[in-house]
Each structure stands twice: as structure tokens, then as C-alpha cells.
């Protein structure tokens, strides 16, 4: 028996070529697939048909003109371009040994949806992807996995940042590549690439179809982040199965890990995940619940006792308001009065830990249906556990941005991320240059 392997391949680090290309086969199979019919047993019916086109055809002419013939059966109004000259246009382009091949796996890429909103996104639609693409000529399958995201400047650079600052086994951002709409710029890794007129358009052309076919969101910000899809479950509806079912030792070790990531969030001034900040509203006083659909995990189905789940932070933006707009200076002083006043009557670290805790027990009260989850957060695990857990995760992170060098990293980052513009840049860095001289104190 032929056994098939299977590579899991996530988008965020292809090269420049094989990024593009993607782009263009993701595009493709996302209206192939809107183009089938969308009950489930008549979808699976015409993949098997058009599945069997080649098996049963003599001759490459009579496939191409049998595929653009049933095609032309699936074309429907709501799809953007008609699926039927998509093909067509593709039969003009390659031979036809290549077209053949390119059908046969684009029918196996959409058994099932490939491209899933998150329903979320402030800047355009979040999208996340994840299909199988067999590899040409192997029995290996490649399951490509990915996430879309229009996006703007404050979460392209507040993620790298947090990247560079984690060095905690356990705890991740997902790694990603920024592509700017309108100067056709893609930053990888440390590289940036300016691509071509011809493939910005292309580029461009495709994402746009892409976001036509998949959301009905408009995208208001220029920049498109290709991300690394993690395996796991955000923490909000992991709440309902994945947490109730970790060891203890597991919670505890979640806990230490959000309070790394608390502690960096502060230094940022991303006030959308655990600890949040609105107006007026000192940081330690209100139970304002946490944002947990920010913190993903693993689940605990792939996990054995002794291992510890890996907590990743997602969705890392400083907050807009502290960097522009009339009231901004007046915000920002306001958010560092609160991080410099936290220390006053006990240490800093355990008024954020109190505040964290208290706000996650707060949004874990609204998982919808499962009334018993505030007490589930904390069975077994007594709340100053829980809080000294965060607390010497909180310490961790201090101790080693303490030994890291953060003007350094802040200066690789203005180089790399010079497709932002100065303006940001400059502000972005001030901003937690100065929350760092209150934090690290
Ligand atoms: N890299 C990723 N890997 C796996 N799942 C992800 C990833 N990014 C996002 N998701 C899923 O999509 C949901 C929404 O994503 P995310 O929080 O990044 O953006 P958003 O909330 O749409 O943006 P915004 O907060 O700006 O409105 C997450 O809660 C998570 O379930
Ligand atoms: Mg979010």
C-alpha cells in the first residue's frame, strides 16, 4: 500500500516568486470552489466528474474542451470572473500537459473550503487558508496553511518586536511577511524585495479577487500581512473545552506565559489582550475583561501531561490613539501615568497580575453556555497560584529585555521595516523607548 506523506508548508516565508504564485493558484481555487454548487453531497458529485475529466478523455484537446465545458455549467453570477475563462485563459498561457496537470490539482485542493474568514479584522477581512496542494510527480501532499491579514502599520512592526523580545521557550508570535499594497514592497525575514510593475499588478489583481471572493469587507489600511497559521485554538473558544481540560502545572505554565506576554504588551502599548486600557479608566481598577480571541494555544487533545501547551500571542498592535490625532500626547501621558502608578502601593508586576486576572475571570464569565467556566478557570488551581504564576512571568520578561539590548532591536527594526515610512517608525519607537524607561526602572 502506497503510504502518502504529508508536509505541512505555511506561506509566510516563500520566496518572493513562489509568494506571488501562490497568490494567483489561491485565488483560483477560492472561485473554483465559490463556483460549485454549496450543498455538500451535489459539490462532492461535480469534483468527482470533474475529477474523471482526464480519465476518460484520448486526447489533451478533448480534456481542455470537456473542462471549459463544465465549467462553463458552473459559472455563476456571484463569482467575480467567470471560472470558465479563468481556465481558458490559463489553457492560452500553458501547454496543455501543464494545464491538465494545474486542474487536476486545483480539483483536489477545493474538497474542501480553502480559504475561511475569521469574521474579524479592523482593517480589512482576516483570512485564514489552509488546502492540500499535491506536490507535481510525488506521492507527497503538501498542506499549505496560512493566514491573510490587511493590516496596519502599528501591528507589522509591534509584532516583530515582540518577536525579536521573545526568547521564552513556550510562548510565540507567528512569523510573517508584510506586503505594502500600493508600493509593491514585501518584507520577509530580514528581506525586502521591490517587485516588478508586472507583479505588483498581479499581485495586487489576485488579493483583490482573492478578498471579492472570500469576504465582503473593504480593506481600509495598505498593508496585507501573510502570516504563519498556528495549530491551535484561540484562547476565547478554547475556553469551552481546551482549558477545562489541562493539567494543572499546564495552567500554571499558560499563566507564566501570558504574563511574559502582559508585560511586553505594556511596554508596547497594546491594550487589546489581557490587560486592557480605555480612557479615564486606570489600568488596576476596573474589571475589564481581557481579549482572549488575541491569545491562541495549543490544544490539549495533542498533548500528554508533561508537555506544556505553546502559547502564542496574536493580533500584537499598539493602541492608534497613542500615536496619532489631536489627543494624543494627552492619551499617551495619561496610559504612562497609569504603568508608573501601578507600583505604588505593592509591586508592578502584582497590580497588573491582580488586574490580569481579574479580567480574564471576567471574560471567561461570557463564554456563552458554560455558566460553571469561572469556577472550571480556577479549580484545582487557587488564585494566588495562578498570580504568582503570571507574576514570575512578568519578572522573566523584565529580567531579560533588562540584559537584551532594546536600542539595538529597535534599530533593526527601522531598517527593516523602512516600507512603513519614518514617520511611524519614529513615533512607534519613541513611544516604547519611554514606556521601557518606566517599566525597566
Ligand atoms: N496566525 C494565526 N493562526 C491561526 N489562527 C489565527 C491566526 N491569526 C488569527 N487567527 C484566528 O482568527 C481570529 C481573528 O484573528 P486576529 O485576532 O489576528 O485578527 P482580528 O481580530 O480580525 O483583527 P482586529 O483585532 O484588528 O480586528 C483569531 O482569534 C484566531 O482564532
Ligand atoms: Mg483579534
Known sequence: MQTIQTTQKNFFNLTTMDLIHTVGTLSRLERLYMALPSDTAKR???????????????????????????????????????????????????????????????????????????????????LLLRYNRPARGSSEDWIRKGVIKWTGPEEALSSEWMRSCLVAPGLMVPQSSIYHIEKGLLVRNDHQSQLSLEETAYMDKHLTLIRQCASQKTPAGKLVLFSERVAGVNFYDGAFMEWTEFFNSQKQWVFRQLGRMTFLDLLLGNIDRIVRYYEGTMLWQAAIESNLGNVMMTS??????????????????????????????????????????????????????????????????????????????????????????????????????????????????????????????????????????????
Open 44 to 126: 462532492h458529485e461535480t469534483l468527482q466528474e470533474l475529477g474523471k475529466i482526464w480519465a476518460r478523455a484520448e486526447t489533451i484537446k478533448k480534456i481542455e474542451d470537456r473542462v471549459v465545458r463544465r465549467l462553463e455549467k458552473l459559472d455563476q453570477a456571484n463569482c467575480p470572473l467567470k471560472v470558465s475563462e479563468l481556465y481558458k485563459s490559463i489553457i492560452q498561457q500553458e501547454n496543455a500537459l501543464q494545464f491538465v496537470n494545474s486542474f487536476r490539482k486545483d480539483v483536489l485542493s477545493v474538497q474542501v473550503a480553502p480559504i475561511r474568514d475569521s469574521g474579524m479584522g479592523a482593517f480589512g477581512p482576516t
Open 300 to 441: 490539549s487533545a495533542f498533548l500528554h501531561e508533561e508537555e506544556m501547551p505553546t502559547v502564542y500571542a496574536i493580533d500584537n498592535g499598539l493602541a492608534k490613539r497613542f500615536l496619532y490625532g489631536s489627543g494624543a500626547e494627552g492619551e499617551r501621558k495619561q496610559y504612562q501615568t497609569c504603568l508608573r502608578d501601578a507600583g505604588l502601593k505593592e509591586s508592578r508586576e502584582a497590580a497588573f497580575a491582580k488586574q490580569a486576572l481579574k479580567s480574564i475571570r471576567c471574560s471567561f464569565n461570557k463564554v456563552e453556555g458554560n455558566p460553571l467556566l469561572q469556577e472550571e478557570l480556577f479549580a484545582d488551581l487557587a488564585l494566588e497560584e495562578s498570580q504568582q504564576s503570571f507574576i514570575q512571568g512578568m519578572l522573566e520578561q523584565k529580567q531579560e529585555m533588562l540584559v537584551q539590548d532594546s536600542q539595538v532591536i529597535a534599530s533593526s527594526l527601522k531598517t527593516k521595516y523602512s516600507i512603513l515610512g519614518d514617520d511611524v517608525l519614529t513615533k512607534i519607537l519613541a513611544f516604547v523607548q519611554e514606556n521601557a524607561a518606566i517599566l525597566l526602572a
